[in-house]
């Protein structure tokens, strides 16, 4: 499972720290959502970290983040979460479709 804006229990609020830097937006998941890879605040007031490792077992749930520092959440617990941005660094998303090699143009005048 992946962290998104559509499962999280409440979307909080969004942070553009500019370049470099990805932004973000705050929210809060259960626990048990939570996968390698997702972005969680285990620190109030800091930034995001990367979950690296999730073990579950019985009523917990321990996290690892890329530093190597572990936190023990309850299986349903609401843990603070972050949902990146899908564009990074500020820049314009581009176009899915080069208008100078699309043939929707082609098809329109053939018409």
Same mark, same amino acid.
């Given at each position: ?35 390698? *890879? ?6 109030? #007031? %800091?930034?995001?970290? +990367? &979950? !690296? ?6 009523? /917990? ?6 530093? *190597? ?6 299986? #349903? %617990?609401?843990?603070? +979460? &972050? !949902? ?6 500020? /820049? ?20």
């Amino acid at each position: 499972m992946c962290l998104t804006l559509a499962n999280a229990v409440t979307v909080l609020d969004h942070l553009s720290p500019g370049p470099p830097a990805r932004g973000y937006t705050r929210t809060l998941h259960p626990s048990g959502l939570v996968s390698p *890879g997702d972005l969680w605040r285990p620190v109030d #007031g %800091e930034k995001p970290r +990367t &979950a !690296v490792l999730v073990r579950r077992h019985r009523d /917990r749930i321990t996290v690892t983040d890329q530093y *190597g520092a572990t936190f023990s959440y309850a299986s #349903g %617990e609401v843990i603070a +979460t &972050a !949902v990146p941005d899908a564009f990074a660094m500020g /820049r314009k998303p581009r176009s899915l479709v080069d208008a100078r090699t699309s043939t929707a143009g082609t098809l329109q005048h053939r018409r």
